[in-house]
């Protein structure tokens, strides 16, 4: 019995930063020319919410 792949999980770890994970930190640093400090900063600030913490960053 074979499961079903939806994309429901995709969509919403996209829409989040993982302040954890190194690689999404470098990701989100390079997108927006900020440093790991500052998409850090914004993370703890604004939550994980990728269209806040671009918005924090972009300011």
């Known amino acids: 019995m074979a499961t079903t ?6 969509s919403q770890d996209r829409a ?7 690689h999404e930190v470098k990701y989100e640093a390079a997108k ?3 440093n790991r ?5 914004a ?5 994980n919410s990728r269209k ?5 960053l972009k300011k």
Do not use: I, L
Not at 5 to 10: L, N, P, S
Not at 16 to 22: E, F, M, N, T
Not at 52 to 56: M, Q
């Open 37 to 41: 400090a500052e998409v850090m900063s």
């Open 52 to 56: 806040k913490v671009e918005g924090k």
């Open 32 to 34: 927006t020319g900020a």
């Open 43 to 47: 993370v703890k600030s604004v939550g």
């Open 16 to 22: 989040k930063v993982a302040g954890a994970q190194d």
């Open 5 to 10: 792949q939806t994309t429901r999980g995709r």
